[in-house]
T-cell receptor, first 115, second 113 residues
């Protein structure tokens, strides 16, 4: 079974530029998560999708971050414009569903550096 | 006060030692308690999860939950250099009909050969 795929693995941009990350979850997983992990901290949930609908985006900085999950499969997370404090690893995870406890499977992450 | 508190370490132990990792939490609504292992430049992977108070064993790993004290632990017996990683505790609750997971900041463990 293929795992969660993410690209790119690394990205370096200057502040005020825009950037996009892509995630392909495990086949058949209805729930998709984007997390931000700042160095030395645990993952912080940015947005959670159930199929192609948003169920939680309470911690997403909506003035600069956006995310979509077209057709309930792949997802993209965009930052526009980026700030220095956005430097972090962006992790995508997926689970079978969100009805009850389901293991979350994580991708390798995209490491973003904002200069 | 954070919902989940975890000592960031780093924790350095000799090979073969017993390792004890701990987290405390404040939210009584948490139902499931997980431990994830994260190697450098990798995503977290689930080690164990528990639902009720008590112990759960899997090979060299034992997860312990004390809901009355809001305290969870992970014990690693006969630690190996390959156990060197960051260990994240995580807690799950039902929030508005969906599952919400909160992570600790992680404890960095180094097992020295």
């Amino acid at each position: 079974e293929a795992g969660v795929a993410q690209s790119p693995r690394y990205k370096i941009i200057e502040k005020r530029q825009s950037v996009a990350f892509w995630c392909n979850p495990i086949s058949g997983h209805a729930t998709l998560y984007w997390y931000q992990q700042i160095l030395g901290q645990g993952p912080k949930l940015l947005i959670q999708f159930q199929n192609n609908g948003v169920v939680d985006d309470s911690q997403l900085p909506k003035d600069r971050f956006s995310a979509e999950r077209l057709k309930g499969v792949d997802s993209t997370l965009k930052i526009q414009p980026a700030k220095l404090e956005d430097s972090a690893v962006y992790l995508c995870a997926s689970s079978f569903n969100q009805v009850s406890y389901n293991e979350q499977f994580f991708g390798p992450g995209t490491r973003l550096t904002v200069l | 006060q954070k919902e989940v508190e975890q000592d960031p370490g780093p924790l350095s132990v000799p090979e073969g030692a017993i390792v004890s990792l701990n987290c405390t939490y404040s939210n009584s609504a948490f139902q499931y308690f997980m431990w994830y292992r994260q190697y450098s430049r990798k995503g977290p992977e689930l080690l164990m999860y528990t639902y009720s108070s008590g112990n759960k064993e899997d090979g060299r790993f034992t997860a312990q939950v004390d809901k009355s004290s809001k305290y969870i632990s992970l014990f690693i017996r006969d630690s190996q250099p390959s156990d060197s990683a960051t260990y994240l505790c995580a807690m799950n609750m039902n929030s508005g009909g969906y599952q919400k997971v909160t992570f600790g900041i992680g404890t960095k463990l180094q097992v020295i050969p």
